[in-house]
């Protein structure tokens, strides 16, 4: 049975008005500093977000996103949506054509397809990193 709820991952920058859309309100869990491709600095939101809303929310926070770029996605043990502008992919975990399908739709926005490791995404936050490591400490 799925999980009641679904983790969502935002980059700060890749929102167009620079803020959450106001749905969002009450969700936000924590915000910490990455390094996407190991150079460019960012900001990650992470929320909580109740399963019976997460499709409405995908597509509020695809229209809230930047043109080219970015993406945002939402996820627990079984599915993964995937925010790009204007579109949302729901990739059921495991499969591989809806995997490769939202690595192409990624591409029509410019991301680079290193940035769009869902696969990996169910078992490691952010598989575009550098190292892993097992605990950090900043």
Known sequence: MASPTLRAVVIT?????????EAFAGMEDRRYPHLLDAHTPIEIIELTVPAERAAALALELSAALKPQLYYAHMLNEERMLVAFPRTVVDIPRGDSGAIDHARRVGALFDIPDEQMRFAEMWDTDHPDAPAQPEASTR
């Open 13 to 21: 920058q890749s929102l167009a008005g620079g803020a959450l859309p």
